[in-house]
């Protein structure tokens, strides 16, 4: 997943130091990480092509592409996450234009898709990172297994396969896509 930097440091340190590069701030420490390989690529282009046809049509809220730095607040720190892809509810959007730097509204859904080199307890850490700062859902889309999983919380996770569809129920109730679309 990522490389830890041994330095810790707060979000604004971080904003200034890393703003742009490809680096994600966990509880104030540094982590870089690489660029992904095209089946990810692939993968992700094709739900962001989904959710942002259907987010225009709807007027729902607005969907954020990766590297989007997103600032969640935990008992345990502060991080500055990037998923892959993210979404806001209209109504939590603010007036006019987002202040500069990486935003502080959490999102109501995150989209983290694996890569090769992401281990599963990597990933789960970052879900459960996401849960406790307030996202409401957050699919983790893994093209390698072709399965995606749903989590509401720490307990209640489903996994769907290739024959069954991805809703964005409670977030996006209208929502609906195919598992198998999203691999082929």
């Known amino acids: 997943m990522q490389s830890a930097l041994r330095q810790r440091m707060s979000v604004e340190q971080f904003e200034q130091g890393y703003y742009g590069k490809r680096a994600e701030l966990w509880r104030g420490e540094v982590r870089e990480y690489m660029p992904t390989g ?46 892959d892809i993210a979404f806001i509810r209209r109504d939590r959007l603010p007036e006019g234009e987002f202040p500069p730097g990486f935003c502080s509204i959490v999102p109501d859904l995150v989209v983290e898709v694996v890569s090769p080199h992401d281990s599963y307890t990597d990933v789960c850490t970052k879900v459960r990172e996401w849960l406790a700062g307030g996202v409401a859902v957050v699919w983790v889309v893994d093209p390698q297994r072709r399965v995606v999983e749903v989590w509401r919380s720490e307990n209640e996770r489903q996994q769907l396969g290739e024959e069954e569809s991805l809703t964005g129920a409670p977030v996006l109730p209208n929502f609906q896509i195919s598992i198998r679309t999203l691999f082929e």
């Open 38 to 83: 095209p089946k990810h690529g692939k993968v992700t282009a094709k739900l962001t092509v989904s959710l942002g046809s259907y987010l225009f049509t709807t007027g729902e809220g607005d969907l954020f592409a990766a590297e989007t730095g997103f600032i969640i607040r935990t008992p345990h720190g502060e991080s500055v996450l990037a998923p």
